[in-house]
């Protein structure tokens, strides 16, 4: 079942570690989404897929079901019936696409949906020799170094330096000096994607939420307790529209599992200043058009 899920101000607020930062960041009369009230303003469409059956008893995910929840987000977000359809309309086999993963090994991008992805790229038209799909290694690779398209594709996990692992921090490793990135909870990450190597490349962005995390402290703490099988994936073309949605989804399990409203900390305000500051989508609740489909139980959004 699909569903148009409307989501309000109030309960971004409510609901999400940008509260901790001050509602000012979102009524302040400067920020280009503010201005265009009242404006025919198109929404930010985003899919959430979810499917209950998606992890096998061990907590694999298994390749075919992440195959069909992949279509399914894809085909909703293109609008079109056809899977190959919908993919061409991403991808031409002219294209030379670099697939951006992310290969922490507590919780990576998977190489289930990396290999899904590479398939429907490669029944789009393109040719083997120009996918690649690598995360620390994307300034050596020599498919990233020509490449004319890029798919943005990592999990959501709490972050020591940015409050939240993203989409939009996903693409640190362009850059060869990621720690410089850090200062002010990594306020600034949205100016990655101006680089040369990113700026108009990016295709699909999807956010694995398959068994995210929602606490941490510490840098590059892992702890299970603090993980959950939500068993879904976020889809969209905007990154900050869609780190939004994964971001509301890990402030409402941290008030479910704390019981009290506890901010992430350091804040994930990169994602809001993605927005207010630097222009690369919209964190604006209103302003985000967010479709659901599949097993919606506890879904938080």
Known sequence: MTQDNGITRRDFLKNTSLAAIGSAFLVGSSTPLMAAKGKNVKAAKVVLVRNNDVLDAEGVPKPQVILEMLDQAVTALVGKKNVIDAWKMLIKPAD???IKTNIWKYIPTTVQVEQALK??????GVVESNISIDDRGVLKNPVFQKATALINARPMRTHHWSGVGSL??????FVPDPFNWHDDSCADLAKLWELPAIKGKTRLNVLVMLTPQFHGVGPHNFNPQYTWKYCG????????AVDSIGLRIIQAKRLEYFKEDTPLNPPAKHILLADTRHK???????KINLIK??????SFV
């Open 96 to 98: 030379i696409v670099g």
């Open 233 to 240: 994936l976020i889809v969209g073309f905007d990154p900050v």
């Open 168 to 173: 939009i921090k996903n693409y640190i490793m």
């Open 119 to 124: 398939k429907r790229v490669m029944d789009a």
């Open 280 to 286: 690369l989508g919209t964190a604006d609740p209103t």
């Open 293 to 298: 489909i599949g097993y919606d139980k506890d």
